[in-house]
């Protein structure tokens, strides 16, 4: 079983500050998707990474694929309060287009 | 447009009792998923349906889940003989069949509760 491992496990900030959230793998993945899920609803796409050493960015977002494949990062500058919710990263293993492995995600909570 | 439903929201049954979850996927995506999301932990994959290939499996946790899907539209995941360990909101998923990866658009859920 290839395993993603997110940090932090919470992180609870005031509006206005800058956060880095972490996905490791010991196991590359052909591609890696962010997502965040907010209570009661289901995860929603952010974006996905696929080329190693990509970065993409989406307004105050930034993503990056590690070089080897195996890791990411998601970087929010300047946190709002409709920032908060769980973001997790899912990874395809080689050979798989379908099959998203997920980490059990990051709940970040961005205070006013 | 719409996308995609599931029902019913939220559902309590009495442990040894039998539960239906129904998934509506958007219309077009040939792919349909069902996860599991436990409190604390992330989705866990339990089956996938792609157009009329034998659909994937591997992921449901015991002979006791079942799952359909009639052509490219509605799922059921079935739940027979409920557990307490069965308590978790069940996610559904349908995505285009588009290299190089499948983007997938998630449901609410259905959150069960088993007592």
């Known amino acids: 079983t290839q395993l993603l491992e997110q940090s932090p496990q919470f992180l609870s900030i005031q509006e206005g500050e800058n956060l880095t959230v972490y996905c490791n793998s010991s196991s590359v993945f052909s591609s890696l998707q962010w997502y965040r899920q907010e209570p009661g609803e289901g995860p929603v796409l952010l974006v996905t990474?696929?080329?190693?050493?990509e970065v993409k960015k989406l307004k105050r977002l930034t993503f990056q694929f590690g070089d080897a494949r195996k890791d990411s990062s998601l970087h929010i500058t300047a946190a709002q309060p409709g920032d908060t919710g769980l973001y997790l990263c899912a990874g395809v293993p080689g050979g798989s287009n379908y099959k998203l492995t997920f980490g059990k995600g990051t709940l970040l909570t961005v205070n006013p | 447009g719409a996308g995609v439903s599931q029902s019913p929201s939220n559902k309590v049954t009495e442990k040894g009792k039998d539960v239906e979850l129904r998934c509506d996927p958007i219309s077009g995506h040939t792919a349909l998923y069902w996860y599991r999301q436990r409190l604390g932990q992330g989705l866990e994959f339990l089956i996938y349906?792609?157009?009329?290939?034998?659909?994937?499996k591997s992921g449901l946790p015991s002979d006791r889940f079942s799952a359909e899907r009639t052509g490219e539209s509605v799922s059921t995941l079935t739940i027979q003989r409920t557990q307490q360990e069965d308590s978790a909101v069940y996610l559904c998923?349908?995505?285009?069949?588009?290299?190089?990866?499948?983007?997938?658009?998630f449901g609410p859920g259905t959150r069960l509760t088993v007592t």
């Open positions: 998923a349908s995505s285009l069949q588009l290299r190089p990866i499948y983007e997938q658009y």
């Open positions: 990474v696929v080329t190693g050493g």
């Open positions: 349906f792609q157009g009329n290939s034998a659909p994937d």
